[in-house]
């Protein structure tokens, strides 16, 4: 079984960065080197949206065009953590975050919230205008 820890959430003005970060366990065999990993965001009254994913390597990750330029997705497999570092936050950044992992995740599918395998319980990003 995998569990996922995000952190890192909190309230801000608009202007400011968070840097979120997605702690990865796991009883299985499988290590967090063989998931790739997302980010997804969900304002209340909304469904969840893709922000950013990355491969299991770290050296493919892709953004919502809502947050592209502004945040960055990375990972560090020997810490087990994904990472989603945002710079200048705005209102329109207010959300639940919520770090996902797909073992079959692929570039065409990574975007889709069904496509992943596990969820972690997200934490709040509140931007002040």
């Known amino acids: 079984q995998v569990q996922l820890v995000e952190s890192g959430g909190g309230l801000v003005q608009a202007g400011a960065s968070l840097r979120l970060s997605c702690a990865f366990s796991?009883?299985?065999?499988?290590?967090?080197?063989?998931?790739?990993m997302g980010w997804f965001r969900q304002a209340p009254g909304q469904e969840r949206e893709f922000v950013a994913a990355i491969n299991w390597r770290g050296d493919v990750t892709e953004y919502a065009a809502s947050v592209k330029g502004r945040f960055t997705i990375s990972r560090d497999n020997p810490k087990n953590t994904v990472y989603l570092q945002m710079n200048s936050l705005n209102a329109e950044d207010t959300a639940a975050y919520y770090c996902?992992?797909?073992?079959?995740?692929?570039?065409?599918?990574?975007?889709?919230?069904?496509?992943?395998?596990?969820w972690g319980q997200g934490t709040q990003v509140t931007v002040s205008s």
């Open positions: 996902g992992a797909g073992a079959w995740l692929t570039v065409d599918t990574w975007t889709q919230l069904s496509r992943y395998d596990y």
């Open positions: 796991a009883a299985s065999t499988r290590p967090f080197s063989n998931y790739a």
